[in-house]
């Protein structure tokens, strides 16, 4: 073998196994199946979409409180990193605000939003929780609280369980 043939195999050889590190780690991001027309993964028939809707609007807020003390929702749930695109349930801030803008009205529930979000529901796994839907006990499945307009969600985590506070939705938020 030729040394040109040698430098020409070694960089087609390289050039065959970074395409299969790129096609790999793609994969572990993207599992067949799970992408959107937009690239994005519809969840519980929520499409991430390139802007926010207006046609349906809400806004209902979330407490959690574990064991006495208030957790941050966080900022960007439902909005990719990269600012692409936001699925029609999602958060702006950390004031646990959930802002509902969709383009038909149907009902949306708090167990789409824990769909879209992917980390809450492990942090109540096996412990004492309640919940309360504006300073009401709620005793169903907290899944299928509906996303209404104006309306307070305390899941408290317990064994300590304080008072559920309110928050008022400022009446002209966007």
């Known amino acids: 073998m030729s040394k040109g043939t040698a430098i020409f195999s070694a960089i087609v050889a390289a050039v065959v196994v970074a395409f299969f ?3 790999y780690g793609y994969n572990q991001k993207h599992p067949a199946g799970s992408e959107a027309g937009g690239g994005f993964p519809t ?5 991430c979409d390139s802007t926010e809707h207006s046609q349906v609007r809400s806004h209902t807020h979330l407490y959690i ?3 006495g003390k208030q957790t941050t929702i966080p900022s960007q749930i439902g909005i990719h990193n990269s600012g692409s695109c936001l699925y029609w349930i999602h958060t702006h801030d950390t004031t646990g605000v959930i802002h509902v803008e969709a383009p038909t009205q149907r009902n949306f529930t708090f167990g789409q939003f824990l769909d879209i979000w ?4 492990k942090a109540i796994l096996g ?3 309640k919940v309360f839907v504006n300073g009401q ?3 169903g499945d907290l ?4 996303l209404k307009n104006q309306e307070n969600i305390v899941i408290e985590i ?5 008072s559920p506070p309110s928050y008022q939705i400022p009446a002209n938020m966007p």
Do not use: A
């Open 158 to 162: 317990g064994p300590k369980f304080v």
């Open 143 to 146: 899944r299928s609280i509906k």
């Open 118 to 121: 992917q980390q809450y529901p």
């Open 43 to 47: 969840v519980d028939g929520i499409s």
């Open 21 to 23: 590190l790129v096609l």
């Open 137 to 139: 006990l709620f005793k």
């Open 65 to 67: 409180i574990d064991n």
């Open 127 to 129: 412990k004492s929780v």
